[in-house]
């Protein structure tokens, strides 16, 4: 029964991405702002639904149930496609560039399908398809169309690069770090995403927070990026020694 709750947990994304959907449809300032809401809940379920799975030994206890599938169908959509959705039906990329929004599809779809995708070692393999935080982003601090479109391709072209990223969720004191980090930094969104976005004065006050809240994947990428060039050097350092 509690393996069972625990997928029924996970599914709660299922439902969370169709009301996303409804919203995006919407096309309201007030409708997107709930969406950015709802994918930062679905982020904090995909977050915590391992954790409950690994107490319940849930592939023991449920074998024939596959939840990493489930988990990803959800995932597809509340960290690429509804996110990428929302980027078009608000506009934020510039007339006549909305064809650049096939390129993270594509690229998403390339990454969920690898099976090195999640490294030994504990870390993502190319970037790990955080859309919803690109679109959430571009959205808010309202960046020249040159720099959204920069954006979109560059963060395409680094999920074929295989760089290691951080898996907060997973075990090592750096990955605890990272995830004692994104609790207060998931605060600070969820606040901003709880004001009134069509009041000017408001409106303004989350745009500096989601400024302020850029600590965190500042962290993020800059010790990712760092853990790979660590590793890339010892690599070569290995090759050199070894001929």
């Known amino acids: 029964m509690l393996a069972w709750c625990v997928h029924g947990y996970t599914a709660l994304g299922l439902v969370i991405a169709a009301a996303i959907a409804v919203l995006i ?6 409708s997107f702002q709930r969406a950015f809401l709802l994918m930062l809940v679905a982020c904090v379920i995909d977050a915590t639904d391992g954790t409950l799975a690994r107490l319940v030994k849930i592939k023991e206890t449920l074998p024939q149930f596959d939840g990493a599938r489930l988990d990803d169908i959800i995932d597809f959509q509340t960290y690429t496609s509804l996110p990428l959705l929302l980027i078009w039906r608000a506009g934020v990329l ?8 096939l390129a993270p599809l594509v690229a998403s779809a390339y990454g969920f ?4 995708a999640k490294t030994d070692d504990g870390y993502f393999l190319g970037f790990p398809s955080y859309w919803n935080l690109v679109a959430l982003y571009l959205y808010y601090l309202q960046l020249p169309g040159a720099v959204a479109v920069g954006s979109l391709l560059f963060f395409a072209g680094l999920t074929f690069v295989p760089l290691r990223y951080l898996y907060p969720t997973r075990r090592g004191w ?4 990272s995830f004692a980090l994104a ?3 998931t605060a600070l969104l969820a606040y901003a995403l709880s004001l009134n976005a069509t009041h000017p004065d408001e409106r303004a006050h989350i745009r500096q927070l989601m400024i302020a809240s850029l ?3 500042a962290y993020y990428f800059l010790v990712s990026w760092r853990i790979s060039l660590r590793i890339w050097m ?3 350092g290995q090759d050199a020694l070894s001929r």
């Open 25 to 30: 449809v919407e096309g309201t300032e007030a």
């Open 94 to 101: 510039p007339e006549g560039w909305n064809w650049c929004l």
């Open 174 to 177: 750096l990955n605890l770090v």
């Open 113 to 116: 399908c690898q099976t090195s």
């Open 234 to 236: 010892q690599r070569r």
């Open 183 to 185: 609790l207060p930094w």
């Open 215 to 217: 600590y965190y994947p």
